[in-house]
Every structure is written in C-alpha cells, then in structure tokens.
C-alpha cells in the first residue's frame, strides 16, 4: 500500500476475498487435510478465470479490459508455486503411464487421476490433458 501499487493492491484484495469465500465453503463440508492445497487450488482457478476473461475481452475489441486482467495474472502467479515446465510434465507422464501401465486412450482417465493427485499444485491440468491424450494416443 505504502509504495501505491493499486494493481497489485486490488489483486491480493481479490486473492484474499477468494481465499476467506473457499474458506467458508469448506466448513460446511469435510474437514480440508491441506489448507496449502486449497490456496492453490483457488489461486489456479482465478488465473484461469482470468485467462479466459483475456481472450473474450481480445476478441471483443477491449484491449484495455483485457491488459488489466493481464496485470491481475501476473500479481496472482506470483503467489503459485513454480509451474512444471513442459519436458517435466511428459516425464511424469510417461512415469506414470509406464507405472499403471497404461497403453491406449481407455486408460487417460486413471493417468489424468494420478497426474492430479502427485502434481496438482506446480501442474495446469487443461495443458496436461492435451499431453496425456498425446503420450496415449
């Protein structure tokens, strides 16, 4: 606040409001094993609101809408873990794939499982799925 950063102050504003509304939802239902999974989980979900935002807003003509959501981003990923790079992501899906030992696209479902539930956190599922559907295809 001191130094008047207003786009990253309006984003951890969001971040937080986010956080506190999962945060209320998750008490109703079972208990969270892991609150650093839940954060994650919501700061993905908002980047990639925010993505899609940025392309509706690019396709529409709001270059200025759509520059504002990238600034957003940029704030939000700076509080995600570090991203599986794109050789790292085949790696542990051949790994995976080699260990269930899965061999045709009937069996993505259970690789796209275990892929969620060793890397959810550094991994984007939607790029994943493209790459699982490639490595069984």
């Known amino acids: 606040m001191k130094a008047g950063d207003k786009d990253t102050r309006a984003a951890v504003g969001l971040i937080q409001a986010a956080i506190k509304n999962r945060d209320i939802e998750t008490r109703t239902g079972p208990a969270v094993a ?18 899609e935002s940025i392309e509706m807003y690019r396709k529409g003509g709001r270059e200025e809408l759509a520059q504002a959501e990238e600034r957003e981003v940029a704030v939000i990923e700076r ?6 790079s794109e050789d790292e992501t085949r790696a ?5 794939k080699a260990e269930l030992g899965a061999s045709g696209m009937k069996d993505m479902g259970r690789v796209m499982a275990e892929l969620k539930a060793r890397h959810a956190s550094v991994l984007d599922m939607s790029k994943a799925s493209a790459l ?3 490595a069984l295809g």
């Open 34 to 51: 892991d609150d650093d999974a839940l954060v994650v989980e919501v700061l993905q979900k908002m980047v990639k609101q925010r993505r």
């Open 79 to 84: 509080f995600l873990p570090q991203q599986m």
């Open 92 to 96: 542990a899906i051949e790994a995976i």
């Open 132 to 134: 699982v559907k490639a």
